[in-house]
């Protein structure tokens, strides 16, 4: 069953050659099997994943008709809501909080008769690149289970990886679907900002911030673009566009020009340089031509980002005060208390870190200095895509500088950060980007390929994937569990 | 003279006023006052994570007709930015209002003050969204976040008002406009219409500012006034007091309330530090774009405002333009009157008696003329009879304390059941008693044919008189005239 990609699962669910029942049970099976070691999930909703596969084996024997995603798996990152579930943000502050409302993205999975199989863990609040800051549990990368699965979307990239469920939705502020998609070894997409509606997902950086798909497969992801990628009402940073028919656009790349910035790419080290250049070959073969593009300032984007996305998160967190909602410190007893012991007891490290730097950069004295501007800065990342965009019509980089590292093995802030270098900018520019996995380091562990497309390129961005992933089948691979 | 007159005050206002829109600035939820607590909520107006705001259009559209009222320029661009502080009452622990680039720029108040009109500047206008309210229990504080995320436009005056009259009529200006418009219930007790003064005091002919507090919490016009009136003496004593003192650590910035008991200003909270909100702009948001077309089409379709009324009133119906301008002050009394007009014609004098005979006997009750339940169909009765002749206004002042007392009594019948009410018209009855005053005063009829017009009200007085005041006046006037040639 996990061998099959989601399209080919459902394909036999309304074909009758199986019953949603059996693909349920399948992948709850692996879960129980797998998942005590890797740690993917928080929340495995058994009752509620087997009830709706009953009620699509009915739907489909009574033959009415069923949604696009009808019988596949799909796992939700848990700071995304599922109404009535609980939304942990892989936080203590959040641990009893059950969502009151259902996020736009899950409503949307679920009209298109999905399979919502359960919560996964995440770096908590999102803020972070291993998933080693939940607060919760560690997750582990399927292909090698000292290392991490990359962050923030960890537990959903690793949950795909070793097939435990057909799909994932994660979310991505500054690389968060894509560097663990390439960590794990799958597919993984970031939308054109404003593609996929952000109602229902728990704030982190409001400007940067898109849900993903995770997938073993580009026509998968894509997919998922065609049920997700369409405006809300309820979001007022959502596009004013319908959806797209992505999966009929997956054309051939012949005579696309693929930007790279080489002199950006020029520290690279050896190992991931050589699998770069050898997807550069491959993309040559599919008859693209390579043109040498300037993004150098994007030495900057990593300042940028920190002062930006934490400045939005430092109020966005705000309302995160043991008032209302979460966990409120049993130690208090006056309201100062309330907000100070709840926030002491509930964030873990690298959230007040985030929280502090943001509040910061935007105090009187030094809001002009750090965040307007970071804001001037980040125009001039935007009209820099714009300019490479003149003359080329995506642009490669890879996703991460090295493959998944041992956990535990980061301990500096700072060096978690810079890991960022090539996903960050494109959050700032609100660009769509996917990670595809190119090649496998010496130690066996996944690298991905990243390829950007300019704003509303969704669709060219996908079709490329695919097109990459026809002609490299090797590195779609499953690891040995 | 007094010491206070070396002195000048300069004040700015801040109102703050809830827009009626049905629902709130950025969520689907109700916008009622009065309800159970926490029954006109959503999951945006209790800052649960993953909501977004999504903006109010009629909200923008009611900013925009006050601009336009104003006078004021409409920003075609104007954004929202987000304003950090932490308070129970805050569901984000941040508002959303407009810092940077608000929706209306500048504008102009004319108000009436000590019967003279007057020109007060507004600086400018922004749409930001309530806080909700606590409510102080025993053994614990309760918040009601009902109010939370409802629509308000903050109208900041320029620091332009340097007494409380001015201060006050310019609030009941902006007050009448607000009404006029039907943009908000402007209710001071409901709390939907909030005024915060600012004052600062200074030697008379000092150009700078010196250091201001702010006045929160007057929930009256009459409490503002006397808040500012007292704040101003005790700023001017404290400078006095202290002559060796630096001039900037007198006063220094602080938020103070009105204690009415106390009929002084009591410090709430000093501002040794001013707040930092952090303002960055709201990233959940994009900017109002508005244009030329949305705009010109708001400012044609304005209804007639108070100052347009208060025109009207003096230029086609000849009234007093103070008159005007108290009668036009509060929407209601002016419809109130305005359908009175249409069955008594005397718009002078219908004006005078609802402006000044009955609400002078309102005044101190708690009640008011509209809150009465007279009818003004009665009022433009009595009036009518008075104008026509069939009660002096003499006794029309009785009929008024008779119909106060009664609230829906008909003056016709108040007459009707008063015989005495009625000025005794038989000629002959009134001419015998003007036969025995000339006969009586025969001096005062040679001072009349000097010349002296005097002589003339002295003789209808007499008559009056031994009327005990029951003769009409006009036929006393006539007979008079007759007698005497």
Known sequence: MHNFSAIEIRDKFLKGEISAVSIVESFLNRIATYDKEIGSFLEVFNERALKKAKELDAKLGKGEKLGKLAGITIAIKDNIHVKGEITTCASKFLTNYKAPFDSTAVKLLELEDAIIIGKTNLDEFAMGSSTENSALQVTKNPWDLKCVPGGSSGGSAAAVAARLCSISLGSDTGGSVRQPAAFCGIVGFKPTYGRISRYGLVAYGSSLDQIGPLATNARDAALVMEVLGTHCDKDSTSLPLGSDDYLNQMNSIKGLRIGVPQDFLKNLSEEPKKIFYEALETLKSLGCTIVDIDLNILKYSIATYYILATAEASTNLARFDGVRYGVRSAKAKTLNEVYDLSKEEGYGKEVKRRILLGTYVLSSGYAHAYYKKAQKVRTLIVECYKKA??????????????AAFEIGSIKDPIQMYLEDIYTIPINLAGLPAISIPDGFSKSGKPMGLQLIGPQKGDVRVLAAAYAFEQAKPEFTAIPKL | ???????????????????????????????????????????????????????????????????????????????????SYFYPDSPRNFQITQFEQPIVLGGTIIAEVNGKEQSFAVNRVHLEDDAGMLKHFKAFAGVDYNRAGVPLIEIVSEPCMHTAEEAIAYALAVKAILQYLDVSDCNMEEGSLR????????????????????????????????????????????????????????????TYRFDPELGQTVLMRSKEQADDYRYFPEPD?????????????????????????ERRYVNDLGLPPHNAFVLTLDKKLADYFEEALKVCPHARNLCNW????????????????????????????????????????????????????????DPEEIVKENPDFTPVSDLAEIGALVDKVLAENPQSIIDFKAGRDKAFGFLVGQVMKLSRGKASPKIVNDLINKKIQ
Not at chain 2, 210 to 238: C, D, L, V, Y
Request: proline share 5%; hydrophobic share 40%; net charge neutral.
């Open chain 2, 354 to 409: 609802i402006i000044v005979e009955f609400a002078g006997r309102f005044k101190d009750t708690g009640k008011s003329l509209l809150t009465s339940n007279i009818p003004n169909l009665h009022i433009a009765k009595l009036v009518n009879m008075i104008e026509k002749g069939t009660i002096t206004g003499k006794i029309g002042k009785t009929v008024a304390d008779e119909m106060v007392a009664n609230p829906t009594k």
């Open chain 2, 195 to 254: 005024v915060d003064a600012n004052i600062s005091v200074r030697l008379k002919g000092e150009t700078g500012l010196r250091n201001k507090i702010e006045i929160k919490n007057m929930n009256s016009f009459t409490n503002m006034g006397m808040a500012i009136q007292s704040e101003i003496k005790r700023q001017i004593h404290e400078y006095m007091n202290h002559p060796n003192k630096p001039i900037n650590e007198v006063i220094k910035q602080a």
């Open chain 2, 1 to 83: 003279m007094s010491i206070y007159d070396d002195w000048e005050t300069v004040i700015g206002l801040e109102i703050h006023t809830e827009l009626n829109t049905k629902s709130k600035l950025f969520s689907s939820a109700p916008n009622r006052f009065g309800d159970e607590p926490n029954t006109n909520i959503s999951e945006v107006c209790t800052g649960q994570p993953g909501a977004l705001p999504v903006l109010n259009k009629e909200a923008v559209k009611k900013a925009v007709q006050f601009g336009c009222a104003i006078d004021a320029t409409i920003a075609k661009f104007s954004k929202f930015d987000r304003k």
């Open chain 1, 389 to 402: 965009f003149e003359m080329c019509d995506l642009i490669a980089t890879p996703v991460s500088p090295f």
């Open chain 2, 285 to 309: 948001l994009v900017p109002i774009i508005l244009t030329d077309a949305y705009i010109n089409e708001i400012r044609s379709q304005l209804p007639e405002l108070p100052l347009q009324r």
